[in-house]
């Protein structure tokens, strides 16, 4: 009965090793990269920016300005609250990305995998889209797509070993494109 129980436990242990080893094997996922040094948190007086894509090697730049130029892809209403927030010596710390309501981020470790972005009073056509658009001009390739429903849009794209995915969800008048690297 001990010997059984004994086995059963390096079995599993043995398992669990060979599972993990094969797992690291395995290509890493795309990693995303938030570029927002154009865009001034600061200024709760400018309520609007833009998205738009770049690369560097293998990792997407998602880039967050508050201008519109070089992107079709449509604005992105830009909640930042007034410094709410202070450090010990009492001075206000100005908002970052982390206090955009608009825009989310999911992250492994210091590595961003996922950001998803709120447009507000717009159509599913016309972010996905324009996401589509943006991502082709980089030389991206649609590998799969999938209308879900009619609030739901879902593709996949290749670029040698950048591969995302995107979903785009239709909540009422607003759209959230999700863009996550796999």
């Known amino acids: ?28 996922p795309t990693t995303l990269h938030i570029n927002d040094q154009a865009l001034d948190y600061g200024d709760t007086g ?12 293998a990792q997407l730049v998602v880039n967050l300005s508050n201008s ?27 908002p970052t990305l982390a206090d955009v309501d ?33 991502l082709a001009a980089l030389g991206f390739e649609l590998v799969d797509t999938s209308d879900v429903s009619s609030n739901i849009d879902v593709a996949m794209l290749s670029k040698g070993d950048t591969n995302i995915k995107l979903v785009f969800h239709r909540s009422g008048s607003d759209v959230t494109a999700f863009v996550t690297g796999i």
């Open 1 to 28: 009965m001990k010997r059984t129980i004994r086995n059963r436990i390096a079995g599993t242990v043995v398992a669990t090793l060979v599972v993990l080893g094969l797992g690291s094997a395995v290509a890493a």
């Open 46 to 57: 400018e309520d609007t920016a833009y998205l738009s894509f770049g690369l560097d090697g």
């Open 68 to 94: 519109s130029a070089g992107t079709a892809i449509p604005a992105i209403d830009l909640l930042v609250p007034a410094p709410v927030k202070t450090d010990i010596a009492g001075d206000d710390i100005d």
């Open 102 to 134: 608009t825009v989310t981020t999911a992250a492994y470790g210091n590595q961003t995998l996922s950001i998803g972005v709120t447009h507000k009073d717009t159509s599913l056509a016309a972010v996905s889209s324009s996401y589509h658009a943006a």
